[in-house]
């Protein structure tokens, strides 16, 4: 499976995609952030998010969108920004019929860390030893990107129901434990 991971922002849109099986290695197969100018009108920033995701799309022809899901926590002024740069994820995906996945930042900590409350770099951390890179892709927003499409490649039914069988590290197997844990509450 190739999926799509986005991390939405305005200024930084984190893009990237990993392939791989369920409870199997994953391979990075690009990473990167699609910039505009705080500079730059509203419009003509999203524009250029805009036709950069279409390009991510026709160049990588992923199976599945996994995008951030976006809330409002405490920065409240960047959630409408965000919330639109995610907004033209899912209308690419859709052109193309591409399933989307939303998956939330403490879900997507859980899945490459085994803990929904990691920190950033340890976030990072794990996406480049996952990959084995030797080093994060960087910006952070693109190591975020491919922490989505991960946790998407590792999320399926498969891998929880699984999980006692399949080799999986011991990220994958301290997430698929809370998802069983939080599916029997």
Not at 72 to 99: D, E, K
Not at 147 to 167: F, K, N, Q, Y
Request: contains cysteine.
């Amino acid at each position: 499976m190739r999926v799509l991971g986005v991390d939405p922002g305005l200024t930084r849109c984190g893009v990237a995609v990993v392939e791989g099986r369920a409870g199997r290695r994953a391979d990075l197969v690009a990473a990167g952030v699609i910039r505009t100018s705080p500079a730059s009108p509203l419009d003509d920033r999203l524009f250029t998010i805009a036709e950069g995701l279409e390009r991510w799309f026709d160049q990588y022809v992923p199976d599945v969108l996994a995008v951030e899901r976006v809330f409002a926590q405490h920065n409240v002024s960047t959630v409408i920004p965000t919330a639109q740069v995610a907004g033209l994820a899912l209308v690419a995906a859709r052109r193309r019929r591409v399933p989307v996945a939303q998956h939330t930042p403490s879900e997507v900590k859980a899945a490459v860390t085994g803990s929904g409350t990691a920190a950033k770099q340890q976030v990072q951390f794990m996406v480049a030893r996952i990959l084995r890179l030797e080093a994060a892709p960087k910006p952070a927003d693109a190591a975020d990107a491919a922490a989505l499409a991960i946790c998407h490649l590792w999320r399926p039914a498969g891998l929880l129901e699984g999980a006692d069988t399949l080799p999986l590290t011991a990220a994958q197997r301290a997430w698929a434990a809370a998802e069983q844990a939080a599916r029997r509450k």
